[in-house]
Protein backbone atom coordinates (compact mmCIF):
# COMPACT_ATOMS: atom_id res chain seq x y z
CA UNK A 1 0.00 0.00 0.00
CA UNK A 2 1.19 3.74 -0.65
CA UNK A 3 2.05 5.29 2.86
CA UNK A 4 3.24 8.62 1.32
CA UNK A 5 0.86 11.56 2.83
CA UNK A 6 -2.39 12.17 0.44
CA UNK A 7 -2.82 14.71 -1.13
CA UNK A 8 -2.53 18.17 0.65
CA UNK A 9 -6.26 18.74 -0.27
CA UNK A 10 -7.13 15.62 1.43
CA UNK A 11 -5.47 14.96 4.13
CA UNK A 12 -5.38 15.69 7.79
CA UNK A 13 -1.85 16.17 8.50
CA UNK A 14 -2.53 19.90 9.89
CA UNK A 15 -4.28 21.18 7.66
CA UNK A 16 -6.19 24.03 8.90
CA UNK A 17 -10.04 23.27 8.72
CA UNK A 18 -10.38 27.45 9.43
CA UNK A 19 -9.27 27.28 5.23
CA UNK A 20 -12.24 28.22 3.22
CA UNK A 21 -11.89 24.92 0.79
CA UNK A 22 -14.58 22.00 2.14
CA UNK A 23 -13.84 18.63 0.74
CA UNK A 24 -15.96 16.40 -1.25
CA UNK A 25 -16.12 13.09 -0.17
CA UNK A 26 -18.73 11.31 -2.74
CA UNK A 27 -20.49 8.13 -1.52
CA UNK A 28 -22.66 6.88 -4.71
CA UNK A 29 -20.52 4.01 -5.36
CA UNK A 30 -21.19 2.76 -1.34
CA UNK A 31 -24.17 4.40 0.14
CA UNK A 32 -25.81 5.17 -2.95
CA UNK A 33 -25.25 2.27 -5.12
CA UNK A 34 -26.57 -0.21 -2.15
CA UNK A 35 -29.92 1.13 -1.94
CA UNK A 36 -32.61 -0.58 -4.53
CA UNK A 37 -32.41 -0.12 -7.70
CA UNK A 38 -29.27 1.25 -8.16
CA UNK A 39 -26.98 -1.57 -7.90
CA UNK A 40 -24.47 -1.40 -10.73
CA UNK A 41 -21.70 -4.28 -12.32
CA UNK A 42 -17.94 -3.64 -12.10
CA UNK A 43 -17.82 -1.88 -15.46
CA UNK A 44 -20.31 0.58 -14.66
CA UNK A 45 -18.66 1.36 -11.04
CA UNK A 46 -15.05 1.84 -13.32
CA UNK A 47 -16.91 4.05 -15.63
CA UNK A 48 -18.30 6.34 -12.86
CA UNK A 49 -15.48 6.05 -11.15
CA UNK A 50 -13.53 8.01 -13.52
CA UNK A 51 -16.15 10.55 -13.72
CA UNK A 52 -16.18 11.57 -10.55
CA UNK A 53 -12.26 11.71 -10.47
CA UNK A 54 -12.82 14.11 -13.60
CA UNK A 55 -15.46 15.71 -11.76
CA UNK A 56 -13.32 16.67 -8.94
CA UNK A 57 -14.38 14.74 -5.85
CA UNK A 58 -11.72 15.53 -3.45
CA UNK A 59 -12.23 11.68 -1.78
CA UNK A 60 -14.86 8.77 -3.34
CA UNK A 61 -15.74 5.67 -1.72
CA UNK A 62 -15.73 2.59 -3.77
CA UNK A 63 -17.78 0.09 -1.58
CA UNK A 64 -17.04 -2.07 1.51
CA UNK A 65 -14.87 -5.00 0.67
CA UNK A 66 -15.90 -7.03 3.32
CA UNK A 67 -19.59 -7.30 1.71
CA UNK A 68 -18.90 -9.90 -0.55
CA UNK A 69 -16.30 -10.97 -3.22
CA UNK A 70 -17.61 -8.38 -5.72
CA UNK A 71 -17.57 -5.76 -3.39
CA UNK A 72 -14.10 -6.28 -2.68
CA UNK A 73 -12.84 -6.62 -6.53
CA UNK A 74 -14.82 -3.51 -7.07
CA UNK A 75 -12.70 -1.27 -4.18
CA UNK A 76 -9.55 -3.05 -5.74
CA UNK A 77 -9.85 -2.31 -9.72
CA UNK A 78 -11.06 1.83 -8.57
CA UNK A 79 -7.62 1.82 -6.51
CA UNK A 80 -5.89 0.49 -8.87
CA UNK A 81 -7.43 3.00 -11.63
CA UNK A 82 -7.52 6.47 -9.91
CA UNK A 83 -4.81 8.87 -10.02
CA UNK A 84 -5.56 11.92 -8.69
CA UNK A 85 -8.64 11.31 -5.54
CA UNK A 86 -7.98 9.48 -2.41
CA UNK A 87 -9.84 5.92 -2.67
CA UNK A 88 -11.79 4.89 0.59
CA UNK A 89 -13.33 1.67 1.76
CA UNK A 90 -15.75 1.28 4.55
CA UNK A 91 -14.84 -1.07 7.52
CA UNK A 92 -16.75 -1.62 10.92
CA UNK A 93 -14.91 -1.68 14.14
CA UNK A 94 -14.02 -5.73 13.49
CA UNK A 95 -10.46 -7.18 12.71
CA UNK A 96 -11.10 -8.85 9.18
CA UNK A 97 -13.27 -5.83 8.32
CA UNK A 98 -10.19 -3.20 8.41
CA UNK A 99 -7.52 -6.15 7.20
CA UNK A 100 -9.81 -6.56 4.04
CA UNK A 101 -10.29 -2.67 3.85
CA UNK A 102 -6.97 -2.23 3.61
CA UNK A 103 -6.03 -5.26 0.92
CA UNK A 104 -8.60 -3.91 -1.49
CA UNK A 105 -7.10 -0.64 -0.78
CA UNK A 106 -3.23 -1.44 -1.37
CA UNK A 107 -3.04 -0.54 -4.86
CA UNK A 108 -4.29 2.93 -4.51
CA UNK A 109 -2.41 6.32 -4.94
CA UNK A 110 -3.88 7.62 -2.12
CA UNK A 111 -6.13 5.75 0.40
CA UNK A 112 -8.43 6.29 3.17
CA UNK A 113 -9.78 3.11 5.60
CA UNK A 114 -13.78 4.32 6.65
CA UNK A 115 -14.22 2.92 10.02
CA UNK A 116 -18.02 3.61 11.42
CA UNK A 117 -19.03 2.52 15.13
CA UNK A 118 -22.54 3.06 16.19
CA UNK A 119 -23.09 5.60 19.42
CA UNK A 120 -26.32 6.71 20.22
CA UNK A 121 -28.18 4.73 23.23
CA UNK A 122 -30.30 2.98 20.96
CA UNK A 123 -28.17 1.81 18.59
CA UNK A 124 -25.60 1.04 21.66
CA UNK A 125 -28.79 -1.15 23.44
CA UNK A 126 -30.49 -2.91 20.38
CA UNK A 127 -27.91 -3.13 17.50
CA UNK A 128 -24.60 -3.78 19.80
CA UNK A 129 -25.47 -4.88 23.11
CA UNK A 130 -22.65 -2.34 24.32
CA UNK A 131 -21.34 -0.13 26.87
CA UNK A 132 -20.33 3.33 26.25
CA UNK A 133 -16.83 1.97 27.73
CA UNK A 134 -17.26 -0.66 25.02
CA UNK A 135 -17.78 1.40 22.41
CA UNK A 136 -14.84 3.98 23.19
CA UNK A 137 -12.41 0.92 23.82
CA UNK A 138 -13.88 -0.58 20.22
CA UNK A 139 -13.18 2.43 18.38
CA UNK A 140 -9.75 2.85 20.38
CA UNK A 141 -8.43 -0.43 19.03
CA UNK A 142 -10.28 -0.51 15.42
CA UNK A 143 -8.70 2.90 14.75
CA UNK A 144 -4.87 1.82 16.07
CA UNK A 145 -4.97 -1.59 13.65
CA UNK A 146 -6.21 0.59 10.28
CA UNK A 147 -3.65 3.63 11.12
CA UNK A 148 -0.78 0.46 10.54
CA UNK A 149 -2.39 -0.82 7.78
CA UNK A 150 -3.59 3.31 5.74
CA UNK A 151 -2.00 6.50 5.89
CA UNK A 152 -5.46 8.08 6.62
CA UNK A 153 -8.07 7.11 8.72
CA UNK A 154 -11.67 8.47 9.15
CA UNK A 155 -13.83 7.58 11.56
CA UNK A 156 -17.96 7.93 11.91
CA UNK A 157 -19.90 7.57 14.77
CA UNK A 158 -23.26 6.18 13.00
CA UNK A 159 -26.14 7.99 14.02
CA UNK A 160 -23.85 10.53 15.84
CA UNK A 161 -26.96 13.54 16.06
CA UNK A 162 -28.85 10.76 18.67
CA UNK A 163 -26.03 10.30 20.50
CA UNK A 164 -25.34 12.51 23.68
CA UNK A 165 -23.19 14.98 23.17
CA UNK A 166 -20.62 14.38 25.75
CA UNK A 167 -20.40 11.11 24.85
CA UNK A 168 -19.79 11.97 21.30
CA UNK A 169 -16.90 13.95 22.23
CA UNK A 170 -15.47 11.39 24.28
CA UNK A 171 -15.70 8.76 21.12
CA UNK A 172 -14.48 11.62 18.73
CA UNK A 173 -11.11 12.66 21.38
CA UNK A 174 -10.44 8.66 21.18
CA UNK A 175 -10.62 8.23 17.99
CA UNK A 176 -8.54 11.26 16.91
CA UNK A 177 -6.33 10.16 19.57
CA UNK A 178 -5.94 7.04 17.93
CA UNK A 179 -4.73 8.60 14.99
CA UNK A 180 -8.46 9.15 12.90
CA UNK A 181 -7.61 12.12 10.96
CA UNK A 182 -11.37 12.87 10.10
CA UNK A 183 -14.65 12.28 12.23
CA UNK A 184 -17.44 12.04 10.87
CA UNK A 185 -20.98 12.96 11.70
CA UNK A 186 -23.86 11.06 10.49
CA UNK A 187 -27.13 12.42 10.76
CA UNK A 188 -28.12 8.35 9.64
CA UNK A 189 -31.97 7.90 9.87
CA UNK A 190 -32.39 11.87 8.71
CA UNK A 191 -33.78 13.09 11.99
CA UNK A 192 -31.96 16.31 12.49
CA UNK A 193 -32.76 19.87 11.78
CA UNK A 194 -30.80 22.52 10.21
CA UNK A 195 -30.16 24.51 13.63
CA UNK A 196 -29.96 21.28 15.58
CA UNK A 197 -26.99 20.16 13.16
CA UNK A 198 -25.35 23.68 13.42
CA UNK A 199 -25.26 23.71 16.92
CA UNK A 200 -23.84 20.19 17.10
CA UNK A 201 -20.62 20.61 15.18
CA UNK A 202 -20.39 24.14 16.78
CA UNK A 203 -20.42 22.43 19.92
CA UNK A 204 -17.71 19.72 18.52
CA UNK A 205 -15.23 21.74 17.16
CA UNK A 206 -15.12 24.01 20.59
CA UNK A 207 -14.95 20.71 22.76
CA UNK A 208 -13.43 17.99 20.58
CA UNK A 209 -8.90 18.05 21.42
CA UNK A 210 -7.23 19.34 19.48
CA UNK A 211 -10.13 20.34 16.56
CA UNK A 212 -8.47 23.26 14.84
CA UNK A 213 -6.24 20.12 13.01
CA UNK A 214 -9.29 17.41 12.47
CA UNK A 215 -11.45 17.74 9.76
CA UNK A 216 -15.17 17.71 10.77
CA UNK A 217 -17.29 15.73 8.70
CA UNK A 218 -21.14 15.61 7.30
CA UNK A 219 -23.29 12.89 6.36
CA UNK A 220 -26.86 13.51 5.93
CA UNK A 221 -29.96 11.18 5.20
CA UNK A 222 -33.01 12.83 3.57
CA UNK A 223 -35.83 11.32 5.49
CA UNK A 224 -37.32 14.22 6.58
CA UNK A 225 -35.88 16.20 3.41
CA UNK A 226 -33.66 18.29 4.92
CA UNK A 227 -30.21 16.79 3.98
CA UNK A 228 -28.49 19.49 2.56
CA UNK A 229 -30.06 22.20 4.50
CA UNK A 230 -28.49 19.65 6.95
CA UNK A 231 -25.06 19.48 5.49
CA UNK A 232 -24.66 22.95 4.45
CA UNK A 233 -26.04 24.08 8.35
CA UNK A 234 -22.81 21.80 9.12
CA UNK A 235 -20.62 23.63 6.64
CA UNK A 236 -21.48 27.27 8.30
CA UNK A 237 -20.48 25.55 12.04
CA UNK A 238 -17.34 24.97 10.42
CA UNK A 239 -17.13 21.13 8.95
CA UNK A 240 -14.79 20.89 6.02
CA UNK A 241 -15.92 17.71 4.43
CA UNK A 242 -19.35 16.78 3.29
CA UNK A 243 -20.69 13.07 2.36
CA UNK A 244 -22.74 13.12 -1.12
CA UNK A 245 -23.58 11.37 -3.73
CA UNK A 246 -24.75 12.08 -7.28
CA UNK A 247 -28.98 12.74 -7.60
CA UNK A 248 -28.86 12.49 -4.15
CA UNK A 249 -29.27 8.48 -4.08
CA UNK A 250 -29.00 6.22 -1.21
CA UNK A 251 -30.98 4.14 1.12
CA UNK A 252 -34.45 5.03 2.01
CA UNK A 253 -35.28 8.49 1.37
CA UNK A 254 -31.14 9.08 -0.36
CA UNK A 255 -28.50 11.44 1.05
CA UNK A 256 -27.79 14.70 0.72
CA UNK A 257 -27.06 15.68 -3.24
CA UNK A 258 -23.83 16.27 -4.44
CA UNK A 259 -24.74 18.82 -7.33
CA UNK A 260 -27.16 20.92 -4.62
CA UNK A 261 -24.24 20.93 -2.26
CA UNK A 262 -21.82 22.10 -4.88
CA UNK A 263 -24.13 24.37 -6.83
CA UNK A 264 -25.28 26.09 -3.25
CA UNK A 265 -21.84 26.93 -2.02
CA UNK A 266 -20.99 28.60 -5.62
CA UNK A 267 -24.33 30.36 -5.65
CA UNK A 268 -24.14 31.44 -2.14
CA UNK A 269 -20.56 32.09 -1.97
CA UNK A 270 -20.73 35.53 -0.23
CA UNK A 271 -22.84 34.01 2.15
CA UNK A 272 -20.96 30.62 2.71
CA UNK A 273 -17.56 31.82 1.96
CA UNK A 274 -16.15 28.49 1.37
CA UNK A 275 -15.58 26.72 -1.91
CA UNK A 276 -14.93 23.49 -3.52
CA UNK A 277 -12.92 21.66 -5.99
CA UNK A 278 -15.69 20.78 -8.45
CA UNK A 279 -15.53 21.38 -11.91
CA UNK A 280 -19.29 22.22 -12.01
CA UNK A 281 -19.55 22.12 -15.85
CA UNK A 282 -19.54 18.37 -15.48
CA UNK A 283 -22.32 18.09 -12.93
CA UNK A 284 -24.77 17.44 -15.29
CA UNK A 285 -23.32 14.62 -17.57
CA UNK A 286 -22.02 13.01 -14.19
CA UNK A 287 -25.90 13.18 -13.51
CA UNK A 288 -26.73 11.63 -16.73
CA UNK A 289 -24.44 9.20 -16.97
CA UNK A 290 -25.94 7.51 -13.04
CA UNK A 291 -29.18 7.60 -14.95
CA UNK A 292 -27.77 5.82 -17.49
CA UNK A 293 -25.76 3.07 -15.35
CA UNK A 294 -28.92 2.23 -13.46
CA UNK A 295 -31.99 3.13 -15.48
CA UNK A 296 -32.98 5.09 -12.79
CA UNK A 297 -34.15 8.97 -13.60
CA UNK A 298 -34.51 12.06 -11.71
CA UNK A 299 -37.54 13.83 -10.91
CA UNK A 300 -38.27 16.85 -13.58
CA UNK A 301 -38.40 19.16 -10.93
CA UNK A 302 -34.54 17.91 -9.41
CA UNK A 303 -32.77 20.92 -8.20
CA UNK A 304 -29.30 21.86 -10.51
CA UNK A 305 -29.89 18.65 -12.93
CA UNK A 306 -33.91 17.57 -13.32
CA UNK A 307 -35.29 18.56 -17.21
CA UNK A 308 -37.23 21.22 -15.48
CA UNK A 309 -34.30 22.87 -13.39
CA UNK A 310 -33.60 25.70 -16.20
CA UNK A 311 -37.35 25.63 -18.06
CA UNK A 312 -39.82 28.35 -17.83
CA UNK A 313 -43.35 27.65 -19.45
CA UNK A 314 -45.38 30.84 -17.89
CA UNK A 315 -45.72 33.50 -20.16
CA UNK A 316 -45.04 36.24 -17.51
CA UNK A 317 -41.78 34.43 -16.40
CA UNK A 318 -40.78 33.82 -20.24
CA UNK A 319 -41.16 37.32 -21.09
CA UNK A 320 -39.11 38.55 -18.38
CA UNK A 321 -36.20 35.72 -19.28
CA UNK A 322 -36.28 37.14 -23.01
CA UNK A 323 -35.63 40.87 -21.49
CA UNK A 324 -33.48 40.00 -18.70
CA UNK A 325 -31.87 36.34 -17.84
CA UNK A 326 -31.60 37.31 -14.00
CA UNK A 327 -35.48 37.96 -13.15
CA UNK A 328 -36.30 34.06 -13.13
CA UNK A 329 -32.78 32.67 -12.69
CA UNK A 330 -29.59 32.70 -10.15
CA UNK A 331 -27.34 30.64 -12.29
CA UNK A 332 -26.32 30.34 -15.73
CA UNK A 333 -27.15 26.40 -17.13
CA UNK A 334 -23.79 26.38 -18.93
CA UNK A 335 -22.48 26.44 -15.12
CA UNK A 336 -23.66 22.98 -14.55
CA UNK A 337 -22.63 21.40 -17.70
CA UNK A 338 -26.75 22.52 -19.83
CA UNK A 339 -26.41 23.89 -23.18
CA UNK A 340 -28.76 26.96 -22.36
CA UNK A 341 -31.72 27.61 -20.41
CA UNK A 342 -35.27 26.15 -22.47
CA UNK A 343 -37.90 28.23 -22.85
CA UNK A 344 -41.02 24.82 -22.49
CA UNK A 345 -43.65 25.64 -24.90
CA UNK A 346 -46.91 24.79 -23.49
CA UNK A 347 -50.52 26.39 -22.09
CA UNK A 348 -49.18 28.85 -20.32
CA UNK A 349 -46.70 30.66 -22.96
CA UNK A 350 -47.16 33.92 -23.96
CA UNK A 351 -46.90 35.57 -27.58
CA UNK A 352 -43.41 36.49 -26.86
CA UNK A 353 -41.65 33.03 -26.36
CA UNK A 354 -44.03 31.99 -29.16
CA UNK A 355 -42.37 34.30 -31.33
CA UNK A 356 -38.55 33.58 -30.38
CA UNK A 357 -38.97 30.35 -30.80
CA UNK A 358 -40.67 30.44 -34.32
CA UNK A 359 -37.73 33.18 -35.12
CA UNK A 360 -35.02 30.64 -33.93
CA UNK A 361 -36.82 28.02 -36.23
CA UNK A 362 -36.63 30.35 -39.43
CA UNK A 363 -40.12 31.99 -39.42
CA UNK A 364 -40.66 35.56 -38.92
CA UNK A 365 -44.63 36.34 -38.71
CA UNK A 366 -46.28 39.37 -38.74
CA UNK A 367 -48.56 39.66 -36.09
CA UNK A 368 -51.87 39.29 -37.90
CA UNK A 369 -49.89 36.02 -39.14
CA UNK A 370 -48.46 34.68 -35.28
CA UNK A 371 -51.78 35.75 -33.91
CA UNK A 372 -53.34 32.73 -35.98
CA UNK A 373 -50.25 30.66 -35.18
CA UNK A 374 -50.81 31.35 -31.51
CA UNK A 375 -54.67 30.44 -31.63
CA UNK A 376 -53.84 26.97 -33.07
CA UNK A 377 -51.18 26.53 -30.92
CA UNK A 378 -52.48 27.05 -27.58
CA UNK A 379 -55.33 24.80 -28.96
CA UNK A 380 -52.71 22.25 -29.72
CA UNK A 381 -51.28 22.79 -26.08
CA UNK A 382 -54.60 22.30 -24.17
CA UNK A 383 -54.79 18.60 -25.92
CA UNK A 384 -50.88 18.12 -25.31
CA UNK A 385 -48.38 17.20 -22.49
CA UNK A 386 -45.25 18.46 -24.71
CA UNK A 387 -44.90 21.22 -27.36
CA UNK A 388 -41.88 20.37 -30.11
CA UNK A 389 -39.68 22.54 -32.49
CA UNK A 390 -41.59 19.80 -34.93
CA UNK A 391 -44.89 20.96 -33.94
CA UNK A 392 -44.36 24.80 -34.38
CA UNK A 393 -42.71 24.10 -37.67
CA UNK A 394 -46.29 22.22 -38.70
CA UNK A 395 -48.14 25.45 -37.19
CA UNK A 396 -45.77 27.71 -39.07
CA UNK A 397 -46.55 26.36 -42.07
CA UNK A 398 -49.80 26.10 -41.38
CA UNK A 399 -50.10 22.14 -41.28
CA UNK A 400 -51.90 19.85 -38.96
CA UNK A 401 -49.52 18.76 -36.30
CA UNK A 402 -51.17 15.23 -36.02
CA UNK A 403 -48.50 12.40 -36.91
CA UNK A 404 -51.51 10.23 -38.29
CA UNK A 405 -49.91 10.27 -42.07
CA UNK A 406 -49.66 7.39 -44.85
CA UNK A 407 -47.73 4.80 -43.08
CA UNK A 408 -49.05 2.04 -40.49
CA UNK A 409 -47.17 -0.97 -39.07
CA UNK A 410 -48.47 -4.28 -40.67
CA UNK A 411 -46.27 -7.12 -39.07
CA UNK A 412 -43.19 -6.79 -36.58
CA UNK A 413 -40.49 -9.43 -35.91
CA UNK A 414 -37.23 -8.85 -34.25
CA UNK A 415 -34.83 -10.77 -33.09
CA UNK A 416 -31.55 -10.38 -30.65
CA UNK A 417 -28.35 -12.10 -29.95
CA UNK A 418 -26.94 -12.62 -26.28
CA UNK A 419 -23.94 -10.46 -26.39
CA UNK A 420 -24.39 -9.29 -30.19
CA UNK A 421 -26.53 -7.55 -32.43
CA UNK A 422 -29.90 -7.41 -32.59
CA UNK A 423 -32.21 -7.78 -36.15
CA UNK A 424 -35.70 -6.38 -37.50
CA UNK A 425 -38.18 -7.34 -40.16
CA UNK A 426 -41.11 -4.49 -40.51
CA UNK A 427 -43.51 -4.79 -42.90
CA UNK A 428 -45.34 -1.77 -43.34
CA UNK A 429 -48.75 -0.25 -45.48
CA UNK A 430 -48.85 3.10 -46.89
CA UNK A 431 -52.42 4.61 -47.40
CA UNK A 432 -51.89 3.99 -51.59
CA UNK A 433 -52.57 0.31 -50.71
CA UNK A 434 -48.47 -0.19 -51.38
CA UNK A 435 -46.78 -3.07 -48.68
CA UNK A 436 -43.38 -2.28 -48.35
CA UNK A 437 -41.01 -5.21 -45.80
CA UNK A 438 -37.46 -4.21 -44.70
CA UNK A 439 -35.21 -5.61 -42.26
CA UNK A 440 -32.71 -3.34 -40.23
CA UNK A 441 -29.50 -4.36 -37.89
CA UNK A 442 -28.54 -2.59 -35.19
CA UNK A 443 -26.99 -2.31 -31.89
CA UNK A 444 -30.32 -3.11 -30.57
CA UNK A 445 -33.86 -4.04 -31.31
CA UNK A 446 -34.32 -0.02 -30.95
CA UNK A 447 -31.52 0.97 -33.33
CA UNK A 448 -32.50 -1.91 -35.68
CA UNK A 449 -36.08 -1.46 -35.77
CA UNK A 450 -35.16 2.53 -36.44
CA UNK A 451 -33.00 1.70 -39.58
CA UNK A 452 -35.50 -0.92 -40.95
CA UNK A 453 -37.88 2.31 -40.89
CA UNK A 454 -35.59 3.90 -42.98
CA UNK A 455 -35.16 1.56 -45.35
CA UNK A 456 -38.84 0.94 -45.76
CA UNK A 457 -39.75 4.48 -46.21
CA UNK A 458 -36.49 6.31 -47.59
CA UNK A 459 -36.72 8.99 -44.43
CA UNK A 460 -33.27 8.95 -42.70
CA UNK A 461 -33.82 9.20 -39.07
CA UNK A 462 -31.05 9.50 -36.50
CA UNK A 463 -31.72 8.01 -33.13
CA UNK A 464 -30.91 10.59 -30.24
CA UNK A 465 -33.07 9.40 -27.20
CA UNK A 466 -35.68 6.93 -26.42
CA UNK A 467 -37.17 6.50 -23.03
CA UNK A 468 -40.09 3.65 -21.86
CA UNK A 469 -42.66 4.69 -19.42
CA UNK A 470 -44.41 2.04 -17.85
CA UNK A 471 -48.48 2.37 -18.15
CA UNK A 472 -50.03 0.07 -15.34
CA UNK A 473 -48.76 -2.42 -13.46
CA UNK A 474 -48.62 -6.45 -14.40
CA UNK A 475 -47.94 -8.58 -17.39
CA UNK A 476 -50.60 -7.10 -19.73
CA UNK A 477 -49.39 -3.49 -18.69
CA UNK A 478 -47.99 -1.33 -21.69
CA UNK A 479 -45.42 0.70 -22.30
CA UNK A 480 -44.83 4.22 -23.78
CA UNK A 481 -42.06 4.65 -26.02
CA UNK A 482 -40.87 8.14 -26.14
CA UNK A 483 -38.61 8.90 -29.19
CA UNK A 484 -36.58 11.59 -30.28
CA UNK A 485 -34.76 11.23 -33.99
CA UNK A 486 -33.03 14.01 -36.19
CA UNK A 487 -33.67 14.36 -39.38
CA UNK A 488 -32.60 17.24 -41.21
CA UNK A 489 -32.02 20.00 -38.89
CA UNK A 490 -34.30 19.32 -36.41
CA UNK A 491 -35.01 17.14 -33.73
CA UNK A 492 -38.81 15.51 -34.51
CA UNK A 493 -40.45 13.42 -31.44
CA UNK A 494 -43.11 10.52 -31.81
CA UNK A 495 -44.61 8.23 -29.29
CA UNK A 496 -46.08 4.74 -29.04
CA UNK A 497 -48.08 2.35 -26.91
CA UNK A 498 -47.79 -1.39 -26.66
CA UNK A 499 -47.27 -4.32 -24.67
CA UNK A 500 -44.33 -5.27 -26.60
CA UNK A 501 -41.83 -2.35 -26.31
CA UNK A 502 -39.99 -2.84 -29.53
CA UNK A 503 -43.26 -2.46 -31.00
CA UNK A 504 -43.85 0.83 -29.03
CA UNK A 505 -40.48 1.69 -30.91
CA UNK A 506 -41.76 1.06 -33.83
CA UNK A 507 -44.85 2.95 -33.32
CA UNK A 508 -43.18 6.31 -32.11
CA UNK A 509 -40.86 5.92 -35.09
CA UNK A 510 -43.87 6.02 -37.59
CA UNK A 511 -45.34 8.46 -35.60
CA UNK A 512 -42.13 10.71 -36.56
CA UNK A 513 -42.32 9.29 -40.16
CA UNK A 514 -45.76 10.34 -40.77
CA UNK A 515 -44.91 13.70 -39.65
CA UNK A 516 -42.21 14.51 -42.09
CA UNK A 517 -44.58 12.95 -44.99
CA UNK A 518 -46.94 15.82 -43.86
CA UNK A 519 -44.79 18.82 -43.64
CA UNK A 520 -43.14 17.73 -46.84
CA UNK A 521 -45.51 15.71 -49.28
CA UNK A 522 -43.08 17.07 -51.87
CA UNK A 523 -40.23 15.62 -49.83
CA UNK A 524 -37.88 13.44 -52.72
CA UNK A 525 -36.79 10.56 -51.51
CA UNK A 526 -35.67 7.09 -53.40
CA UNK A 527 -39.55 5.63 -53.85
CA UNK A 528 -40.02 1.67 -51.43
CA UNK A 529 -40.50 -0.78 -53.15
CA UNK A 530 -43.58 -3.00 -53.37
CA UNK A 531 -43.99 -6.56 -52.18
CA UNK A 532 -44.39 -8.85 -55.13
CA UNK A 533 -47.80 -10.15 -55.03
CA UNK A 534 -48.12 -13.93 -54.74
CA UNK A 535 -49.62 -15.82 -57.74
Partial sequence: MNNQPAATNDSSDGEDVSSDRVLIFDTTLRDGEQAPGFSMDLHAKLKLAHALEELGVDILEAGFPQASPDDFNAVAKIAQSL????????????????????????????SRIHLFLSTSPLHREHKLGMSKQQ????????????????????????????????????????????????????????YTTPAEMFELFT????????AENLIFSSHCHNDLGMAVANSLAAVSAGARQMECTINGIGERAGNAALEELVMALKVRAPHFGVSTGIDTRKLYPTSRLLTQLTGQGVPR????????????????????????????EIMHPQDVGIAETSLVLGKHSGRHALRERLQKLGHTPDDATLDGIFARFKT?????RDIHDDDLQALALGQDPDTTGPWSLLRLNASSQLGGGSSTAVTLVHEDGREVAETGAGDGPVDAVLHAITRATGIELALTQFQVRAMGEGG????????????GSLDWHGNGVSTDIVEAAALAALAIVNRIERQAPARSHSAPKALESTP
Fill in 476 to 487: DAQGRAELTARH
Fill in 83 to 110: TKTTVAGLARCVPGDIDSCARALEGARR
Fill in 203 to 210: YLRKNVRN
Fill in 135 to 190: VVEATVRSVERARQLCHEVEFSAEDALRTEPEFLVEVFNAAAAAGATTLNAPDTVG
Fill in 301 to 328: NKAIVGDNAFAHESGIHQHGMLKHRGTY
Fill in 380 to 384: LADQR
